[in-house]
């Protein structure tokens, strides 16, 4: 990423990028079965719009499940509520690298067998809008064996990756980044490692950091790469093999376009009043990214089957709870930035997420209908 380049993520930054805490990654792992490929693709950025995930399909060649890591210290790529283009350079330049990266993915494909592993992380985030909230989330860990062996991981980790705050200016792949680090330090070189951002709207680590520098991503990197280290040697709750037949799904839905109605002015004398509190401030931030826009929102769901393993992916930033209600592990963030898209319950919250969302309630809940549908009929 070049020097001075526009940052994505916050809206308060004081301005471009100064210089490189780590740098960031596009990492593929591909699944074929005959001519059927599925590629996953996963970028540290902080979305993928509708433009670069056709462009980038059309590159790769194959279905193509490009996700955005949502790092908040990587380039601006165009995160507007309700989606937008992707500006200049990065259309092209990350749609060609993802090109590239699949056909080296594809070329590196051989047999394996795999195990997919679920449980809970505790310590690290929780919902961001309630300070009292236990946090804990789920994690899903996939591993890639060969002959036995392990060769490589994808982990989906359900939280928002902002430990660095709005006045960084390095370039950082943020949590993903760190945990990638910490678990290839105990890995080892030779096992390749993935990390997806799952159902993460509404969780971040605001609550349970205690610093926003690069040794608190490095403390909360190291829990999470403990309990992936433990949850490979718990029992499995899905598993694939080399001849299993590999099956794909998407389908297209249009969300209709709508703000809550709030008292503006409330919000502002709210937070006259408590000018330091982190939710007041937020909930103005959330009126602040409120768009006029009227053209049509669209949302691809995706599904895959492999084994017993189900996959699914939504677009934009859903809540933990529509992960929870879909049975697959669950990635956030691809194929398309609708915006947030809260559940039917979190409307009744008047929080930075709801009124920054541009979609109606019960978005979200129909979203997640439609992967339990293309689960089921695959």
Known sequence: MPFATPMGGYVDRPGPSTGTLDPLELNVVTWSAGERRLALAVADVVCVNDDLARRAREIAGCDLWLAATHTHAGPETGCVP???PTPHPWLDRIAEAVGSAVREAAKAE?????TAHRGELHGVGGDRTDPAATPVV?????AFRTDGRLTGAVVVLPIHPTVLPAVNR??????????RTALHARLGPDVWVIVATGTAGDISTR??????DPDELSRLATLVAD???????EAPHGSWTSGDRLRLASRRLHLRREHVVVDEAAL????ARTPGDRLARSRLEGLRARTGATTPIFAEVNAARLGSLRLAALPGE?????????????????????GYLPTADAYRRIEYEVLASQVAPGSAEALAHTAGTLLEEL
């Open 227 to 233: 309990r992936c280290i433990g949850l490979l040697g």
């Open 318 to 338: 859903p809540f933990l709870a529509t992960g929870r209600s879909i049975d697959a592990v669950v990635l956030g963030y691809v194929n398309g930035y609708p």
């Open 110 to 114: 051989s047999p394996c067998d795999g």
């Open 268 to 271: 502002g004398a709210d937070y």
């Open 170 to 179: 390095l370039v950082s792949a943020d949590l993903p980044g760190a945990t």
């Open 82 to 84: 309700g989606g937008g």
């Open 138 to 142: 789920p994690l899903d860990v996939l």
């Open 207 to 212: 609550y349970t950091r205690r610093g926003q």
